[in-house]
């Protein structure tokens, strides 16, 4: 069935470091890929989507590109700051798969210090 | 702003106890979701409605049950708690697909304790 993959954390930069958070998919159509994030203390909240296949998607200095051929939406960011500590998600629904629900990736914890 | 309410942030119950959680959202959305989160598991669906009256099981339905009543209310009933549902849960509502590009939108969660 279709699953997502990221890289397990936690990972700690310095402020103004470089993030690139690794995120594969599997999935039987053609599914669409989201980051959500998810602050102390708070639900889930969509970071960035992509719909289709060489999309990028893009919010508060965070990108990912959806790349069919790696089967990858990597999220990074050039200059992270404090306040983007928070697990981020890595998630796909696939229409193909009643397209539904989100199925998600186990998150990655960010700690950025100053 | 979309606004998904969970009734409770905490909760502590015991074994055996039947448990409700309510999740109510304000903007007259379709479908409505409750996911489990566990350190190191992620979001794992338990149930979701697309409609009132209307449910289909998620990946770990076991133990728990749902009532859709009215549009806007979606509820999360454990029959009768036991410890390895201690957990987060949290309740989402949208009204276009995810599979379609739709945005879910979290309540902030109900944490349950079952001793």
């Known amino acids: 069935g279709d699953s997502v993959t990221q890289m397990e954390g936690p990972v700690t930069l310095s402020e103004e470091a470089f993030l690139t958070i690794n995120c594969t998919y599997t999935a039987t159509g053609y599914p669409s890929l989201f980051w959500y994030v998810q602050y102390p203390g708070e639900g889930l909240q969509l970071l960035l989507k992509?719909?289709?296949?060489?999309d990028k998607g893009s919010n508060k200095g965070f990108e990912a590109t959806y790349r069919k051929e790696t089967t990858s939406f990597h999220l990074e960011k050039g200059s992270v700051q404090v306040s983007d500590s928070a697990v981020y998600f890595c998630a796909l629904s696939d229409l193909a798969n009643s397209g539904y629900a989100l199925n998600f990736g186990k998150g990655t914890s960010l700690l950025v210090t100053p | 702003d979309v606004k998904v309410t969970q009734s409770s942030r905490y909760l502590v119950k015991r074994t055996g106890e039947k448990v409700f959680l309510e999740c109510v959202q304000d903007?007259?959305?379709?479908?409505m979701f409750w996911y489990r989160q566990d350190p190191g598991l992620g979001l794992r669906l338990i149930y979701f409605?697309?409609?009132?009256?209307?449910?289909e099981k998620g990946d770990i339905p076991e133990g728990y049950s749902v009532s859709r009543e009215k549009k806007e209310r979606f509820s999360l009933i454990l029959e009768s708690a036991s410890t390895n549902q201690t957990s987060m849960y949290l309740c989402a509502s949208c009204e276009l697909l995810a599979g379609a590009g739709g945005e879910l939108f979290f309540g902030e969660g109900s944490r349950l304790t079952v001793l």
């Open positions: 409605s697309y409609d009132v009256k209307m449910k």
């Open positions: 903007m007259d959305h379709e479908n």
């Open positions: 992509a719909t289709k296949a060489d």
